[in-house]
């Protein structure tokens, strides 16, 4: 128990209101066994820049106290806590940060007592806002919290106690229980249920999908997962682990790999097969209650499932996307969202989500080292017509966040090692909190099925420094090679331990012994079910064997990464953990029952009910249309999204998103390279489309499938089948009509795949994309339509062999079109905008035209035929070319005969319909070529003259009909980047948002290429010329946080150094002398 505290005060005013009627102050509330001396308490104070012990007269009656819910909960008392034990604390103090808002008079402090909301969030904090009530919290010490630490359910009292608790348990899996304990001839312990339900729950067992399907048109016996399995046995030659890990590892070209020599440090490289891994999955219910820690949770969640594949490998790149309702910003008044319905207030509003989730998912990445290059955001929201006193939406209040990466594994670590008796389980990471509590089965209910306080609990907290340890661990392992301590690894994400631990057990056949007493904990309170259960972020199971325990401590030391011992594996397969007295068993269970195969209910399919809610309705002008679409968020300038992370770290990304001399957001694929200084890599994108869904589940997915292959076209891929998909769904289980248009969907994608011997080696599902609550007599639901997000990975000879969107000028610009001619606007952003729901989607009606086109387009980008290349998707043709003239700052002529243009409807088919295809710039002295080679590939039908590229001092983009058409792209512009400032003005420094807004406005007033001049001349550069008969020792020094060195190592080496990895610890051990090297390379990293 912690006996002695210290408030700190920070007196600097940190923010101002007018005529100073309000300002806060940081308090730093510490807690430690021993009493501090002066000493400490001095340089405590300087590195908090404190200046003051906080007094009684420092509360008043109108001050408003916010802190985190939990005394040692947020990440910025884990990190503070770490960068003071460094400066030599020892380790038995905790801190937290806290904030003071002193007001002046009492009518500001009402003022502000009434909006709450805007200075604190519910999910993560406390707001005290009477005197007493601060005072409380500050004499408040930690004690053992009351109550039976174990607590032992009647067999009767199961199903009261799944709803109490949020377990998401079926009556099938009841019955299985009251059997299972029965045989066992006692009741269950709390913490047995617990882990059965996390273990149990949709999100970890994907029941749905591994369910038998009745139809009535077949009697074959079936499965979701079994349709997507089909893809699989169809073509596998390059898929070496397929649904088995974490990841999907797939054969990829040689490598030349930089890794650390363990006993020298020396640098170097080996070459070797390549392999890279995928995956991607969707982190939806933390994000729909705190949507920064949610979304940075769902980065690192992924980030673990890379690192803890096969036995072990390395994250590279990776890539987010977002899926909300409307966003409804202030002050914007766009017509279609000018119905849309509020939310809850156990959630956040869309527009809350998109402002701290990105951060949070950027914040992350940029903190562990790994770039973000690609990704989406799309808003969906319909109301439909109210039934008495329900009014039901489809929407996206549960939002879609994804996230996704491309890692690399070596060729001796794919599969992980079968485990012996007395193997050793171990910790990697951090210790446990009383946070994430009951996630995997929160994330099985929709929002609004379980209470309030269990939203808080099954939130995340995330450290991405201490992943980033953990992660340098593992590398360390695999440089290894065979020689890796790491017999297997798992990710502790769904359900923590009590997950984690029998799935890493039971793959060898095995059982554990497990002492709760070496658990690390944060929170001396915890009770067993607690310390079992969290999901506290940032931490890993290992099995190595014993022998091998020294080894794992010194790399361990040596990265600063905590890890404890905290049992055996064991021959007996039963599960057996003991409470903190090493004595009593918390439980003890078979692991045949634990893992065993509770009953899951079939699903039936009937028959799918399509919606069809087309009314007669009057469309906006295409001035306006133009407006409107250039400013929906699937459309608009993404820039918001992707500027806050760091793009170029690890040396590994060949292509981001963005695009062109003024670095334009509309690269059509992200592109990595297999190693630093490679010509070969990896090639990911992303393909979606909810809203045609709504009435075709089955097109949906055809069209999501045809964008993937008309974004990834652009690069050259040789052949169809070396594409790799993720496929990741989203549906509303509640919703029977929902379950069959998943049905169909998997179906349709399944067959797909199959006919283009494409496969899907990964994906994952979340099918409680619900949300209900009640207002007054009113109840409101919101369901998401079957959302299929697509991720595509190929492994590409030449990362330079790709065409961008960026016009050149000069050209012939040409739409190559899927649909031949057809102009089916269902599911459109032109649709969208209007509020309209419509069945007549965009599909594929030939899949040999999949095929027809993905050749031909492979054709001109290996020839070079083609200077420019862009996908046709949201928005249609008209953003397509919009896009291309940003990124060139070109402008653009579009003629046609007049008869297709004949009235303005048939010009908003043409522009806005959003059917499968592309645009490409063909240079005219290549226009024989490009002539010659539509006729050789069959496309004739396929191909659409539309007009010229051309340099002009003032760009424009002009279409010539039975009107002329003249949009300046400054214009274009300033409605196409209007969203992206919007954001970042609420999210950021409203003037320098304002200033950036306007200077990419600006950007396209003239035509302004960039001109690379040297202004000095070459001869006057004198290279000084040094003879050694060995390459120069340097040390590249790294800390704990520290992700840049391979880098800067790969950097020296190929300019003639020799590159050692030094750790500051190997100098403050006296591993190593620095007079033994030449430099000295200081890298940088977390921040």
């Given at each position: 128990?912690?006996?002695?505290?210290?408030?700190?005060?920070?007196?600097?005013?940190?923010?101002?209101?007018?005529?100073?009627?309000?300002?806060?102050?940081?308090?730093?509330?510490?807690?430690?066994?021993?009493?501090?001396?002066?000493e400490?308490?001095?340089?405590?104070?300087?590195?908090?820049?404190?200046?003051?012990?906080?007094?009684?007269?420092?509360?008043?009656?109108?001050?408003i106290?916010?802190?985190a819910?939990?005394?040692?909960?947020?990440?910025?008392?884990?990190?503070?806590?770490?960068?003071?034990?460094?400066?030599?604390?020892?380790?038995?103090?905790?801190?937290?940060?806290?904030?003071?808002?002193?007001?002046?008079?009492?009518?500001?402090?009402?003022?502000?007592?009434?909006?709450?909301?805007?200075?604190?969030?519910?999910?993560?904090?406390?707001?005290?806002?009477?005197?007493?009530?601060?005072?409380?919290?500050?004499?408040?010490?930690?004690?053992?919290?009351?109550g039976?630490?174990?607590?032992?359910?009647?067999?009767?009292?199961?199903?009261?106690?799944?709803?109490?608790?949020?377990?998401?348990?079926?009556?099938l899996?009841?019955?299985?229980?009251?059997?299972?304990?029965?045989?066992?001839?006692?009741?269950?312990?709390d913490?047995?249920?617990?882990?059965?339900a996390?273990?149990?729950?949709?999100?970890?067992?994907?029941?749905?999908?591994?369910?038998?399907?009745?139809?009535?048109?077949?009697?074959?016996?079936?499965?979701?997962?079994?349709?997507?399995?089909?893809?699989?046995?169809?073509?596998?030659?390059?898929?070496?682990?397929?649904?088995?890990?974490?990841c999907?590892?797939?054969?990829?070209n040689?490598?030349?790999?930089?890794?650390?020599?363990?006993?020298?440090?020396k640098?170097?490289?080996?070459?070797?097969d390549?392999?890279?891994?995928?995956?991607?999955?969707?982190?939806?219910?933390?994000?729909?209650?705190?949507?920064?820690a949610?979304?940075?949770?769902?980065?690192?969640g992924?980030?673990?499932?890379?690192?803890a594949?096969?036995?072990?490998?390395?994250?590279?790149?990776?890539?987010?996307?977002?899926t909300?309702?409307?966003?409804?910003?202030?002050?914007?008044?766009?017509?279609?969202?000018?119905?849309?319905?509020?939310?809850?207030?156990?959630?956040?509003?869309?527009?809350?989500?998109i402002?701290?989730?990105?951060?949070?998912?950027?914040?992350?990445?940029?903190?562990?080292?790994?770039?973000?290059?690609?990704?989406?955001?799309?808003?969906?929201?319909?109301?439909?017509?109210?039934?008495?006193?329900n009014?039901?939406?489809?929407?996206?209040?549960k939002?879609?966040?994804?996230?996704?990466?491309v890692?690399?594994?070596?060729?001796?670590?794919i599969?992980?090692?079968?485990?012996?008796?007395?193997?050793l389980?171990?910790?990697l990471?951090?210790?446990?909190?009383?946070?994430?509590?009951?996630?995997?089965?929160?994330?099985?209910?929709?929002?609004g099925?379980?209470?309030?306080?269990?939203?808080?609990?099954?939130?995340?907290?995330?450290n991405?420094?201490?992943?980033?340890?953990?992660?340098?661990?593992?590398?360390?392992?695999?440089y290894?090679?065979?020689?890796?301590?790491?017999?297997?690894?798992?990710?502790?994400?769904?359900?923590?331990?009590?997950?984690?631990?029998?799935e890493?057990?039971?793959?060898?056949?095995?059982?554990?012994?497990?002492?709760?007493?070496?658990?690390?904990?944060?929170?001396?309170?915890?009770?067993?079910?607690?310390i079992?259960?969290?999901?506290?972020?940032?931490?890993?199971?290992?099995?190595?064997?014993?022998?091998?325990?020294?080894?794992?401590?010194?790399?361990?030391?040596?990265?600063?990464?905590?890890?404890s011992?905290?049992?055996?594996?064991?021959a007996a397969?039963?599960?057996?953990?003991y409470d903190?007295?090493?004595?009593?068993?918390?439980?003890?269970?078979?692991?045949?029952?634990?893992?065993?195969?509770?009953?899951?209910?079939?699903?039936?399919?009937?028959?799918?009910?399509?919606?069809?809610?087309?009314?007669?309705?009057s469309?906006?002008?295409?001035?306006?249309?133009?407006?409107?679409i250039?400013?929906?968020?699937?459309?608009?300038d993404?820039?918001?999204?992707?500027?806050?992370?760091?793009?170029?770290?690890?040396g590994?990304v060949?292509?981001?998103?963005?695009?062109?001399?003024n670095?334009?957001?509309?690269?059509?694929?992200?592109?990595t390279?297999?190693?630093?200084?490679?010509?070969?890599g990896?090639?990911?994108?992303?393909?979606?489309?909810?809203?045609?869904?709504?009435?075709?589940?089955?097109?949906?997915?055809?069209?999501?499938?045809?964008?993937?292959?008309?974004?990834?076209?652009?690069?050259?891929?040789?052949?169809?089948?070396?594409i790799?998909?993720?496929a990741?769904?989203?549906?509303?289980?509640?919703?029977?009509?929902?379950?069959?248009?998943?049905?169909?969907?998997?179906?349709?994608i399944?067959?797909?795949?199959?006919?283009n011997?494409?496969?899907?080696?990964?994906g994952k599902?979340?099918?409680?994309?619900?949300?209900?609550?009640?207002?007054?007599?009113?109840?409101?639901?919101?369901?998401?339509?079957?959302?299929?997000?697509?991720?595509?990975?190929?492994?590409?000879?030449?990362?330079?062999?790709i065409?961008?969107?960026?016009?050149?000028?000069?050209?012939?610009?040409?739409?190559?079109?899927?649909?031949?001619?057809?102009?089916?606007?269902?599911?459109?952003?032109?649709?969208?905008?209007?509020?309209?729901?419509d069945?007549?989607?965009p599909?594929?009606?030939?899949?040999?035209?999949?095929s027809l086109?993905?050749?031909?387009?492979?054709?001109?980008?290996?020839?070079?035929?083609?200077?420019?290349?862009h996908?046709?998707?949201?928005?249609?043709?008209?953003?397509?070319?919009s896009?291309?003239?940003?990124?060139?700052?070109?402008?653009?002529?579009?003629?046609?005969?007049?008869?297709?243009?004949?009235?303005?409807?048939?010009?908003?088919?043409?522009?806005?319909?959003?059917?499968?295809?592309?645009?490409?710039?063909?240079?005219?002295?290549?226009?024989?070529?490009?002539?010659?080679?539509?006729?050789?590939?069959?496309?004739?039908?396929?191909?659409?003259?539309?007009?010229?590229?051309?340099?002009?001092?003032?760009?424009?983009?002009?279409i010539?009909?039975?009107?002329d058409?003249?949009?300046?792209?400054?214009?274009?512009?300033?409605?196409?980047?209007?969203l992206?400032?919007?954001?970042?003005?609420?999210?950021d420094n409203?003037?320098?948002?304002?200033?950036?807004?306007?200077?990419?406005?600006?950007?396209?007033?003239?035509?302004?290429?960039?001109?690379?001049?040297?202004?000095?001349?070459?001869s006057?550069?004198?290279?000084?010329?040094i003879?050694?008969?060995?390459?120069?020792?340097?040390?590249?020094?790294?800390?704990?946080?520290?992700?840049?060195?391979?880098?800067?190592?790969?950097?020296?080496?190929?300019?003639?150094?020799?590159?050692?990895?030094?750790?500051?610890?190997?100098?403050?051990?006296?591993?190593?002398?620095?007079?033994?090297?030449e430099?000295?390379?200081?890298?940088?990293?977390?921040?």
């Amino acid at each position: 128990m912690l006996q002695y505290e210290n408030i700190l005060l920070d007196t600097t005013k940190r923010k101002n209101h007018a005529k100073d009627s309000f300002h806060y102050f940081f308090i730093y509330k510490i807690q430690y066994e021993k009493e501090i001396t002066l000493e400490g308490l001095q340089t405590l104070n300087h590195l908090l820049n404190t200046t003051k012990v906080l007094k009684n007269s420092d509360i008043t009656n109108t001050s408003i106290l916010i802190a985190a819910r939990s005394g040692n909960l947020s990440p910025w008392a884990e990190k503070a806590k770490e960068v003071i034990i460094n400066c030599g604390f020892n380790t038995s103090f905790s801190i937290e940060q806290i904030k003071l808002y002193k007001f002046n008079g009492k009518l500001s402090f009402n003022e502000v007592g009434e909006n709450l909301d805007l200075i604190y969030d519910k999910m993560t904090q406390y707001c005290l806002v009477t005197k007493p009530d601060i005072h409380e919290y500050f004499k408040k010490e930690i004690s053992s919290k009351k109550g039976k630490r174990l607590e032992t359910i009647p067999l009767s009292k199961i199903t009261k106690y799944n709803k109490k608790m949020g377990l998401a348990l079926s009556e099938l899996e009841i019955d299985y229980l009251k059997k299972m304990y029965t045989k066992l001839k006692r009741s269950p312990r709390d913490i047995e249920l617990m882990m059965f339900a996390q273990i149990n729950s949709e999100h970890c067992r994907h029941k749905i999908f591994n369910s038998k399907i009745n139809t009535n048109k077949s009697k074959k016996e079936t499965s979701l997962f079994k349709l997507i399995k089909k893809t699989f046995k169809k073509k596998n030659t390059d898929v070496v682990s397929a649904y088995t890990d974490n990841c999907s590892i797939i054969k990829s070209n040689k490598m030349n790999s930089l890794y650390t020599d363990i006993v020298t440090k020396k640098y170097k490289y080996k070459k070797e097969d390549g392999l890279y891994i995928v995956k991607a999955e969707t982190h939806n219910h933390p994000t729909a209650i705190a949507p920064h820690a949610g979304a940075a949770t769902g980065s690192g969640g992924e980030l673990r499932d890379e690192g803890a594949t096969g036995r072990g490998s390395i994250p590279k790149v990776g890539f987010t996307g977002y899926t909300l309702s409307n966003l409804c910003i202030p002050k914007n008044n766009n017509q279609w969202e000018k119905k849309s319905i509020g939310t809850p207030g156990r959630i956040k509003t869309p527009l809350e989500i998109i402002i701290e989730a990105p951060i949070g998912a950027a914040s992350y990445n940029n903190e562990f080292g790994r770039p973000n290059i690609f990704g989406y955001f799309r808003t969906c929201e319909f109301n439909l017509i109210p039934i008495k006193s329900n009014i039901k939406s489809i929407g996206y209040h549960k939002p879609i966040m994804i996230a996704g990466g491309v890692g690399v594994i070596r060729n001796s670590h794919i599969y992980k090692n079968k485990l012996r008796q007395d193997d050793l389980i171990i910790i990697l990471g951090g210790p446990s909190y009383l946070i994430g509590l009951g996630g995997g089965a929160a994330s099985s209910l929709s929002s609004g099925s379980s209470s309030e306080s269990l939203d808080f609990s099954s939130v995340q907290r995330d450290n991405p420094e201490v992943e980033r340890r953990c992660q340098e661990v593992i590398s360390q392992c695999v440089y290894l090679d065979k020689q890796t301590p790491i017999k297997s690894i798992h990710d502790i994400g769904a359900g923590g331990l009590c997950n984690a631990v029998p799935e890493i057990v039971n793959d060898s056949g095995r059982g554990a012994k497990i002492f709760m007493s070496k658990i690390p904990v944060g929170e001396s309170s915890m009770k067993p079910l607690e310390i079992w259960c969290n999901e506290s972020q940032e931490r890993y199971v290992i099995v190595i064997d014993s022998k091998d325990l020294s080894l794992f401590d010194s790399i361990c030391d040596r990265e600063n990464c905590p890890y404890s011992v905290i049992g055996n594996v064991t021959a007996a397969k039963d599960l057996v953990v003991y409470d903190t007295d090493d004595k009593t068993k918390a439980i003890d269970l078979p692991m045949s029952y634990l893992l065993g195969k509770p009953p899951i209910k079939p699903i039936n399919i009937n028959g799918y009910n399509k919606i069809n809610l087309k009314k007669k309705h009057s469309y906006a002008s295409f001035d306006k249309c133009v407006h409107d679409i250039m400013s929906l968020p699937s459309v608009s300038d993404k820039g918001f999204l992707i500027t806050i992370g760091d793009r170029s770290v690890t040396g590994l990304v060949a292509r981001d998103q963005m695009i062109g001399a003024n670095q334009t957001p509309v690269s059509n694929v992200g592109i990595t390279m297999s190693d630093l200084g490679s010509s070969s890599g990896q090639v990911i994108t992303m393909g979606e489309r909810p809203a045609i869904a709504i009435t075709n589940p089955e097109a949906s997915v055809e069209i999501a499938f045809g964008e993937v292959i008309t974004n990834i076209a652009c690069s050259y891929v040789k052949d169809l089948s070396k594409i790799k998909l993720s496929a990741n769904w989203m549906a509303s289980s509640k919703n029977s009509n929902e379950i069959e248009s998943l049905y169909l969907a998997v179906k349709k994608i399944s067959s797909l795949c199959v006919q283009n011997n494409i496969t899907i080696p990964v994906g994952k599902d979340s099918l409680s994309m619900n949300t209900s609550w009640k207002t007054n007599k009113l109840s409101h639901n919101v369901e998401s339509p079957v959302s299929l997000i697509l991720s595509a990975f190929c492994s590409i000879d030449n990362v330079n062999e790709i065409v961008t969107p960026e016009l050149k000028g000069d050209g012939e610009l040409f739409l190559i079109d899927l649909s031949e001619g057809k102009e089916r606007m269902g599911g459109s952003s032109f649709h969208q905008i209007h509020n309209i729901i419509d069945p007549d989607v965009p599909k594929i009606d030939n899949t040999e035209n999949i095929s027809l086109f993905f050749n031909f387009i492979q054709t001109l980008v290996k020839s070079k035929t083609i200077s420019a290349y862009h996908d046709k998707s949201d928005g249609g043709l008209f953003t397509t070319l919009s896009e291309m003239a940003f990124a060139g700052n070109i402008s653009i002529d579009i003629f046609k005969s007049l008869e297709k243009y004949y009235d303005e409807i048939h010009m908003k088919k043409f522009f806005f319909n959003e059917e499968l295809g592309a645009v490409v710039e063909v240079p005219k002295k290549y226009m024989n070529i490009f002539n010659k080679l539509v006729e050789k590939n069959k496309v004739e039908s396929f191909v659409i003259p539309l007009g010229k590229s051309i340099k002009s001092s003032t760009p424009n983009f002009s279409i010539k009909s039975y009107k002329d058409i003249i949009y300046p792209l400054t214009t274009l512009r300033k409605y196409w980047s209007k969203l992206s400032y919007n954001i970042q003005e609420l999210r950021d420094n409203p003037s320098t948002a304002k200033e950036e807004y306007n200077n990419k406005i600006i950007s396209h007033e003239k035509f302004k290429p960039l001109v690379d001049k040297i202004t000095f001349p070459l001869s006057s550069i004198k290279i000084k010329k040094i003879k050694l008969n060995r390459k120069p020792k340097v040390a590249i020094l790294r800390e704990q946080g520290v992700n840049g060195h391979k880098e800067m190592a790969h950097a020296f080496m190929m300019s003639g150094f020799e590159a050692h990895d030094v750790h500051i610890n190997d100098i403050l051990k006296g591993n190593i002398k620095m007079q033994s090297y030449e430099g000295l390379i200081a890298c940088g990293g977390f921040s």
